[in-house]
């Protein structure tokens, strides 16, 4: 209580906290952009290792044919011999000539500064993507800050928003949005809803419930169309999740604001780049970003479409 009293007082360093924050996430969120999908790869691939291993030993069981993309019936199937591999683990590491990155190398757009955008060991570039993943994170923590000041609203919005950008870079990288962050959002909304943080216990479920079955519907819908799948089930969970937090209100407008700019981007990139009409283009960050607007922005637009 004392600290909230302080940031009460100084509202001027409640943001000079949070953008400093907001630079030390960002760097932790580089982290977690690269390597959960690859732990992601990894727990995928040992799980069909299990799986033919069982269909191995059922094999060898029931003296059936041998499958010779699994091995000898009864054969066990080695692990593959990789390195403990997590957010923590191994340290950070150049990966031209694999020198570890010491810590004053890491600190948050500075070291990229000194170092002039190369590892400090082989002089081979760093993809300035690392300091912007910063900046962005640090400008928006700020923005959320400002807007809510100190408040429960404030440290639920930057959570949110911290999710929100580590959703998009995983999203536009791999086409991926993990349930190992998808879920946990949605849940953290629902039970914030009992406070309540940004809606009510009622209009968080429903904005879940509706959130969720929406895009299934639209899904469904093209599929049955089309033959084809318009989008993935994380996107069903990213509203979802979105849903919980803001309210079934907030849904029409977000789905509204990320349609028109993924349209608006989809075919400035096709015709910019000429990219293939059939060529998957990621909804989840057209999904964050008008889910990011209407949490700062909800009311009013909410307003402005007559919305009640």
């Known amino acids: 209580m004392a600290l909230i009293d302080l940031f009460q007082q100084s509202p001027a360093l409640f943001v000079t906290v949070a953008g400093v924050l907001g630079l030390l996430v960002g760097s932790f969120l580089n982290v977690v952009i690269y390597r959960l999908p690859v732990m992601m790869e990894r727990d995928w691939q040992e799980g069909c290792r299990h799986y033919l291993e069982q269909q191995a030993a059922a094999k060898a069981t029931d003296n059936t044919a041998v499958d010779l993309t699994v091995g000898e019936p009864g054969d066990s199937i080695p692990p593959p011999a990789v390195e403990k591999f997590n957010l923590a683990y191994p340290p950070s590491r150049c990966s031209a000539c694999d020198a570890q ?20 060991h082989c002089k081979t570039g760093i993809s300035v993507r690392y300091p912007i993943i910063e900046f962005i994170t640090a400008l928006l923590t700020v923005i959320v800050a400002l807007h809510f000041g100190p408040s429960l609203q404030a440290v639920a919005g930057i959570g949110i928003t911290w999710c929100l950008i580590t959703l998009t870079m995983i999203d536009f990288d791999t086409q991926l949005l993990p349930d190992s ?38 899904y469904w819908l093209f599929k049955l169309v089309t033959g084809k799948e318009g989008m993935g089930y994380g996107d069903f969970k990213l509203l979802a999740a979105l849903g919980a937090w803001l309210g079934w209100q907030a849904l029409p407008v977000i789905i509204l604001l990320s349609s028109v700019v993924g349209a608006v981007v989809g075919i400035a990139l096709i015709i910019a780049t000429r990219r293939g009409k059939d060529i998957p283009i990621p909804f989840g960050p057209y999904l964050a970003t008008a889910g990011w607007a209407a949490m700062l922005w909800g009311d009013t637009l909410v307003a402005l479409y007559g919305i009640n």
């Open 101 to 120: 990155i010491k810590a004053w190398q890491n600190i948050p757009i500075i070291s990229y500064l000194l170092l002039k955008g190369k590892c400090a």
């Open 181 to 218: 962050i998808t879920l946990p959002l949605m849940w953290a909304g629902l039970i914030a809803s009992t406070l309540p943080v940004f809606a009510t216990t009622n209009d968080a479920l429903f904005g879940a419930a509706f959130g969720y079955l929406s895009l299934w519907s639209i």
